[in-house]
């Protein structure tokens, strides 16, 4: 191998869970790579391993064809354990290790965790509740969290969804409500600026292998909020984009 190819390495990575049931779990790991263009790389070999709360370990390894410097890498893991908001199960969490190889070196490689959920709501607009792994969650209370605010995430009860709003969540705040099985909405602030589509895309990388990040809010109005909301859609499939929050069920 050329010695000017172990200058490429990741650029980001999207852990996506597409698919989950109690017999398998599907992934997509969707990257980008750096120098790939100008290095004339035209596909990487990529291998993943997630170890699992029950010590099992799964691995795969495949070649990925490279477009416009990137690619997707899809994957499947059987009997997975499901990770659940703390009403309704466990929160079992995986280790993931993504490697990056051109030929047979080791170029770059990348750590993170994954949970095996699927949050889905049935519209942008519709009063109904969250489904979690397909059982029914009903929302009982709403609580914004600001940037000032972060430190009431822990203590909030059950049946609460947790709206991040005017600002991204820091990366300790969703590694908490990943471990106590909170579901937190995340706002997108809107920005006329021309970095904003990068800005959405690199939140949207940090963030999206978060069990607890149950869906993206979009302001309902206006052409930015619009193309920033169909921006997301193609980032985060797994995911609802949200024009409004879900409605909080009513007491009595």
């Not at 070999?45 to 997630?50: A, K």
């Not at 410097?69 to 990770?83: A, E, L, T, Y």
């Not at 079992?92 to 190889?101: R, S, V």
Request: net charge negative; with cysteine; proline share 6%.
């Amino acid at each position: 191998m050329a010695t000017n190819e172990a200058s490429i390495r990741f650029g980001s990575i999207r852990p996506l869970v597409r698919y989950v049931d109690k017999e398998q779990a599907i992934i997509d790991a969707v990257f980008t790579v750096t120098n790939a263009k100008s290095l004339d790389v035209k596909s990487v070999e990529l291998h993943s391993l997630l170890k699992g709360p029950r010590g099992r370990e799964y691995s795969h390894q495949s070649t990925v064809l490279l477009e416009n410097g990137g690619g997707v890498m899809r994957f499947s893991i059987g009997d997975p354990r499901r990770w659940w908001p703390a009403a309704m199960g466990e929160q079992a969490l995986y280790e993931i290790a993504m490697t990056l190889l051109v030929g047979d070196e080791v170029v770059d490689t990348w750590k993170g965790t994954l949970g095996m959920t699927s949050v889905r709501m049935p519209g942008e607009h519709a009063p109904a509740p969250l489904l979690v792994n397909g059982r029914q969650y009903e929302v009982q209370e709403v609580i914004p969290i600001d940037r000032d605010d972060e430190d009431r995430l822990l203590p909030v009860g059950r049946d609460c969804l947790l709206l991040i709003r005017d600002h991204f969540g820091p990366d300790l705040l969703y590694e908490a409500a990943d471990r106590a099985g909170i579901l937190l909405v995340q706002a997108v602030p809107l920005s006329h600026d021309l970095e904003s589509d990068v800005r959405v895309r690199r939140q949207v990388d940090r963030l999206a292998a978060h069990p607890s990040l149950a869906g993206w809010l979009v302001d309902p109005m206006g052409r930015l909020a619009d193309r920033i909301a169909g921006r997301v859609r193609l980032l985060d499939p797994t995911r609802n984009v949200l024009r409004e929050l879900p409605c909080v069920r009513q007491a009595g």
